[in-house]
């Protein structure tokens, strides 16, 4: 999407929220779709799952 992260981050604005990290485009989200699983299930040692995980923390520790 064109100006992709603007557009989040103006919708963060709007709503009074905030954007706590982004997740880079991947075929892994795809290819653990098609299995059925999340990418953390089917592709563990990837790096897009620690990109999850990481978010994860992120999410966590802003709600605290």
Not at 36 to 63: H, I, N, W
Request: net charge negative; glycine share 4%.
């Amino acid at each position: 999407v064109k100006n992709e992260e603007e557009k989040v981050q103006e919708l963060a604005d709007d709503i009074g929220s905030s954007i706590v990290g982004f997740l880079h485009r991947s075929d892994l989200v795809i290819e653990a779709e098609e299995l059925g699983k999340t990418v953390v299930e089917a592709f563990p040692d990837s790096e897009m799952a620690t990109e999850y995980r990481v978010l994860a923390d992120q999410v966590l520790e802003c709600a605290k």
